[in-house]
């Protein structure tokens, strides 16, 4: 968990880590966007095309697949991180989040990271902490070492 601010022009500056890993991918665009309307997620574009094809092919309750894919389309756009490390993000999606030079949280999780707002934020910390003692018992008993 790292934290991090969205400058006057809505963009964030990725640490050190995270800007390696996207500077070592073959195509450098990411698609930045959100698909709760919560929480911001930057995915590298080849992620981002399995999650379209997902949407396409998901049959369990196509409607769902919709709303989130709506959102995601509503809220997003490509973009590049900058020679500075730094990722822009929309107008719109700054809007929606309240997160328009905000400081927020940058979060490793499941080929993206996710940009939560310092109020999304704290409200996930207390969240997982009243649960935290039985769902790390569970992960363990499901063999999480």
């Known amino acids: 968990m790292y934290p991090g601010r969205l400058d006057d022009k809505g963009r964030v500056k990725l640490p050190t880590a995270f800007q390696q890993f996207f500077a070592a991918l073959r195509e450098k665009r990411l698609f930045v966007t959100s698909l709760d309307r919560r929480i911001a997620q930057i995915y590298p574009m080849a ?3 399995q999650n379209e094809k997902f949407f396409e092919t998901y049959r369990d309750d196509p409607k769902i697949a919709r709303n989130v894919a709506f959102n995601a389309a509503d809220l997003g756009a490509e973009t590049e991180m900058d020679s500075q490390g730094r990722i822009l993000f929309s107008p719109e999606l700054r809007r929606e989040l309240g997160i ?3 400081p927020v949280r940058l979060f490793a999780y499941r080929n993206r990271i996710e940009v939560l707002s310092e109020k999304t934020y704290e409200e996930r910390k207390q ?3 009243q649960t935290a003692e039985d769902d790390l018992a569970k ?3 499901a063999g999480l070492n």
């Open 100 to 102: 328009e030079n905000q």
């Open 139 to 141: 992960l363990e008993t």
């Open 47 to 49: 992620v981002w095309r």
């Open 127 to 129: 969240q997982a902490s």
